[in-house]
């Protein structure tokens, strides 16, 4: 980089600047922000994306490409040509020089609509923000629409699941609430077969890759695995889309499951066999928590087993919920009626013989409030 091009750089405003120079001007309404989701590299994100961009600009959008990663497959660069493409920024970081979306260069060009690839991605040290879903933040708060792209495997929540599905660990995470608090989500979807066949072509990955990915990452299993997480994912942002503007109104698309998280030693049982049915159905699953005045008075070992219980629901894709009623069969009819759940998982030990003679079971309390919902109980392990 030459000295002027330095200077010049240095003289542009900075990104606070450049935010409140447009709320001075009136720009006060927020970009919205539109995600392509897949499930894993290959399945056409990005060229759904630059599609939509030809799309918008077509129709006379101001549209411009902040950064697309085209990984050397000719169908995505020659779907790029056409559209205005901002330049980049050059980061040198031991002796290797990384280029990256220069979001100055996209708060200063403003168009109305920017794409921008690969949501999850972590920026070279050095850059002004870590990851690219915080540049996208300051972008769509000067009042710039976002279309971008990301894998269901660089969500938070499935992280870890992923990692062990695949073998691989993800290092690149990206919080749920990001994707679940866009304003619009697609998801971009291929069997595992047809994502397989297309590697097999040379449109994934240069051929020296090809054979080692479809080997590893990209088996027939782990794809199938990771397709339904994607589409748990985008089914559970339709379904509070859903439950947002017409509570009450319509009947439920999908069924819902929810299962008790108690820290007694069937609870992991219990949230691995709601998680299993809920694969079946394609349902969603909610872990019913413990009021935390009640977690608190727990002895250490089982606030501990909940914990664990916890994390398995987590990486499962299972959302949380806080009983609240001191009753335990009262929050969970109250959590019934908030879910519309038709199957609820509680974990269960044999009673002793005088149990059950002074009040009835829990189970047998749920029951009786919950004739319509299917009860599942579920026995420690052996």
Not at 60 to 83: C, K, N, Q, S, Y
Request: glycine residues 8%; negative net charge.
């Amino acid at each position: 980089m030459t000295g002027a091009e330095r200077d010049a750089l240095d003289d542009r405003p900075s990104p606070d600047e450049l935010l409140a120079r447009y709320r001075s001007e009136g720009a006060t309404t927020r970009g919205r922000l539109r995600i392509y989701v897949g499930m894993a590299p290959g399945v056409g994100k990005t060229y759904r994306m630059l599609e939509e961009g030809h799309r918008r600009a077509g129709r006379g959008t101001d549209t411009a490409v902040g950064f697309v990663e085209g990984h050397g497959r000719p169908l995505t660069i020659a779907m790029a040509e056409g559209l205005e493409t901002l330049p980049r920024r050059t980061v040198t970081y031991r002796g290797m020089t990384v280029a990256e979306m220069d979001t100055d260069a996209i708060l200063e060009r403003r168009p109305t609509v920017v794409l921008v690839d690969e949501l999850a991605h972590t920026n070279a040290p050095g850059s002004a923000r870590e990851k690219r879903w915080q540049d996208v933040e300051v972008i769509r708060d000067a009042g710039i629409h976002v279309v971008s792209t990301m894998n269901v495997q660089h969500l938070e929540s499935l992280a870890d699941a992923v990692a062990t599905i695949t073998g691989a660990p993800v290092n690149e995470r990206l919080p749920d609430d990001v994707l679940l608090g866009a304003d619009e989500i697609e998801l971009v979807d291929m069997s595992p077969h047809a994502l397989r066949q297309r590697m097999r072509h040379g449109n994934v990955y240069p051929p020296d890759r090809t054979q080692v990915a479809l080997d590893r990452f990209f088996t027939e299993a782990n794809l199938t695995a990771l397709r339904e997480l994607a589409l748990r994912v985008v089914a559970r942002r339709v379904e509070g889309q859903l439950e947002g503007v017409n509570r009450g109104t319509l009947p439920l698309v999908c069924e819902r499951v929810l299962v008790l998280v108690d820290g007694s030693r069937a609870s992991g049982r219990a949230v691995r066999r709601a998680a299993s049915l809920a694969g079946v159905l394609h349902a969603a699953v909610t872990a019913l928590v413990p009021a935390a005045e009640v977690v608190d008075a727990m002895p250490f070992d089982r606030r501990r087993d909940l914990r664990e219980a916890l994390d398995v629901a987590n990486e499962l894709g299972a959302t949380t919920l806080r009983l609240a009623a001191p009753d335990p069969a009262d929050a969970i009819a109250e959590a019934v009626a908030q879910t519309g759940a038709a199957h609820l998982f509680l974990p269960w030990e044999r009673p002793g013989r005088l149990e059950g003679l002074v009040r009835p079971s829990l189970p047998a309390r749920v029951a009786a409030r919950l004739p319509d919902v299917d009860v599942h109980l579920v026995s420690p392990p052996a």
